[in-house]
């Protein structure tokens, strides 16, 4: 099959392993730089242009999309699928899943476990949004934020306040969320593919940082999931429409609650951490949906 891997970078590691493994399992395969792609939106036949090259014949796209650039990116997804192109992730899931808020109240829609969130935009509103989640210590988060960049820890009352002022100052959209303190500085990410978790690993934040992120210095280590946590893993991913994600989870005192659905995971630390050939996984799902009579079933396809 030929194969299109929509990724900035071909160095990056899941880019590369991702390649690797459609190789390996006798694919053609492409990476593209979406931001240097256009597209013919006009005609009655969408296309899309690399530059002076029009780009045919794939069977499959796999999306990377970076948080910066979720609204192009997303575009030239769209683009593939009005094409006829299969797309790992279709565009709506990923939009949906960059929108922290949106993907909450879908996930708590379908009694999904979550923190207790809140989320307003008076400023008057402050005092009672840290109300509702408990009071501090509180969590407030950027809605578009990653890898942990954006995600505060306000101890107190008072440094919530400005912490919520300082953003707002900003034109920032943001939330406030109940601190899990029992879940220790580390979360679960579960890798999901094609509806199971394939993979999961527990992260866990460097000395004093309650922020899980390998990005922000986190370990990752190989961890037994419960029978809950991989149900609820499994049913969020399907909730959002991604047929590849990896869903991030805290152990908190009331089970697993969802902290987030991330829908370009990296695969460096699951990789590494597990020794499993996640990438290879992607690409079978590939082999198995791209063959018409088992398309997506989430209706998303194509559409705004
Ligand atoms: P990002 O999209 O930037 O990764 P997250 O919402 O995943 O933002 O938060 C980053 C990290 O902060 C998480 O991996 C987790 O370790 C920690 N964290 C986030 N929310 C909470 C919370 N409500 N309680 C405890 N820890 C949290
Ligand atoms: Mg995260």
Redesign the pocket.
């Known amino acids: 099959m030929k194969i299109a891997i929509l990724s900035r970078n071909k160095k990056l590691y899941s880019t590369n392993s991702l390649y690797e493994a459609g190789i390996r399992r006798g694919h053609d395969v492409r990476v593209i730089d979406y931001l240097r792609c256009h597209m013919e939106i006009t005609s009655l036949r969408p296309s899309i242009y690399l530059g002076d090259e029009k780009l045919s014949g794939f069977d499959a796209v796999i999306p990377r999309i970076g948080a910066t650039y979720t609204f192009f990116g997303c575009a030239v997804v769209r683009q593939f699928e009005m094409m006829g192109v299969y797309s790992v992730n279709e565009s709506v899931a990923i939009s949906r899943s960059r929108d922290?808020l949106r993907s909450l109240q879908l996930l708590a829609r379908r009694g999904i476990g979550l923190?207790v969130?809140t989320f307003a935009h008076d400023p008057r509103a402050t005092e009672q949004i840290i109300k509702h989640v408990g009071g501090a210590p509180v969590?407030i988060?950027?809605l578009e934020?990653?890898?942990?960049?954006?995600?505060v820890?306000a101890e107190t009352k008072k440094a919530a306040e400005s912490v919520i002022e300082a953003f707002r100052g900003l034109n920032a959209n943001i939330l406030a969320?109940?601190?899990?303190?029992e879940?220790g500085?580390?979360?679960i990410r579960c890798f999901v593919v094609g509806g199971k978790v394939v993979a999961a690993i527990k992260?866990q934040?460097k000395d004093g940082e309650?922020?899980?992120?390998l990005h922000?210095g986190?370990s990752a280590s190989i961890v037994r999931i419960t029978p809950e946590e991989r149900s609820t893993a499994t049913r969020a991913a399907k909730i959002m429409g991604l047929n590849v994600a990896g869903v991030?989870l805290?152990r908190s005192n009331h089970g697993p609650?969802v902290?987030?659905v991330?829908s370009s995971p990296g695969l460096e630390g699951i990789e590494t951490a597990t020794g499993k050939d996640v990438a290879g996984m992607i690409i079978e799902l590939i082999e198995k949906h791209s063959d018409k009579s088992t398309e997506s079933k989430t209706r998303t396809r194509g559409k705004g």
């Open positions: 922290k923190p969130t969590v988060k950027l934020g990653t890898q942990g960049v954006g995600v820890l969320q109940e601190f899990i303190k879940a500085g580390a979360d992260r934040g309650f922020r899980s992120n922000r986190g991030d805290l609650v902290m987030e991330n």
